[in-house]
Nanobody, 125 residues
Framework: VQLVESGGGLVQAGGSLRLSCAAS????????MAWFRQAPGKERDFVAA????????YYADSVKDRFTIARDTAKNTVYLQMDSLQPDDTAVYSC???????????????????WGPGTLVTVSS
């Protein structure tokens, strides 16, 4: 599975962006797709995840009620709608996927085998 993110850029605080993650290859093996982010000098953090079987979603507390993860199965694409962006949201955002039915470990980056190269989101104050 190959993953490619797009939609990053520069936005002012309070603004919105929508990130896309297009999957290609053996996409039938996907079960969970997630977004992680890594700010300069910091560790990679979980942002959101979505289970294709049932559509359950999971969010980090820091983005809950501001970010929304969604899918377009026909396009093999997962989106991350980001509203009310703040400077602390500045990071490289990466999508990831796993074909395993994870739940308790859904917030851990080590649970995901496939990663995109990432897209930079910069929020100015």
């Amino acid at each position: 599975v190959q993953l490619v993110e797009s939609g990053g850029g520069l936005v002012q605080a309070g603004g919105s962006l929508r990130l896309s993650c297009a999957a290609s290859g053996r996409t039938f093996g996907r079960y969970v797709m997630a977004w992680f982010r890594q700010a300069p000098g910091k560790e990679r953090d979980f942002v959101a995840a979505l289970k294709f079987d049932g559509g359950a979603t999971y969010y980090a507390d820091s983005v809950k009620d501001r970010f929304t993860i969604a899918r377009d199965t026909a396009k093999n694409t997962v989106y991350l709608q980001m509203d009310s962006l703040q400077p602390d949201d500045t990071a490289v955002y990466s999508c990831a996927s796993t074909r395993h039915a994870i739940t308790s470990s859904i917030r851990y980056s080590a649970s995901y085998a496939n990663w995109g190269p990432g897209t930079l989101v910069t929020v100015s104050s």
